[in-house]
Nanobody
Framework: QVQLVESGGGLVQAGDSLRLSCKVS????????LGWFRQAPGKDREFVAG????????LYDDSVKGRFTISRDNAENTVYLQMNSLKPEDTAIYFC????????????????WGQGTQVTVSS
């Protein structure tokens, strides 16, 4: 059974930085992609960033491009999301996901999910 566990969320001020981590455990298909999504209150879950197995294919949503960086350590089965220059509109629950394509934006195209970690950015 695959498990994804996020950590690193918190309450910060606008302009601050946070680093989220997501640890993957259990057996799954090889060469999996990892991604980050977020969901604000009253809104749908939205794609933030995705990275393929090798790290050679990365996709960001336009809203975070230039501010967020996704990376992964396959030896540690962990994916990271470095978030800089945070804005109040980045406030959401952040979920990591495991799937087959780093370029898949719809949430239903991802196979496994973490429980989420809250990120709150005050103005």
């Amino acid at each position: 059974q695959v498990q994804l566990v996020e950590s690193g969320g918190g309450l910060v001020q606008a302009g601050d930085s946070l680093r989220l981590s997501c640890k993957v455990s259990g057996r799954t298909f090889s060469g999996y992609a990892l991604g980050w999504f977020r969901q604000a209150p009253g809104k749908d879950r939205e794609f933030v960033a995705g990275i393929n197995w090798s790290g050679g294919i990365i996709l960001y949503d336009d809203s975070v491009k230039g501010r967020f960086t996704i990376s992964r350590d396959n030896a540690e089965n962990t994916v990271y999301l470095q978030m800089n220059s945070l804005k109040p509109e980045d406030t959401a629950i952040y979920f990591c996901a495991l799937g087959r394509s780093a370029l898949a934006r719809p949430s239903h195209e991802w196979d496994y999910w973490g429980q989420g970690t809250q990120v709150t950015v005050s103005s």
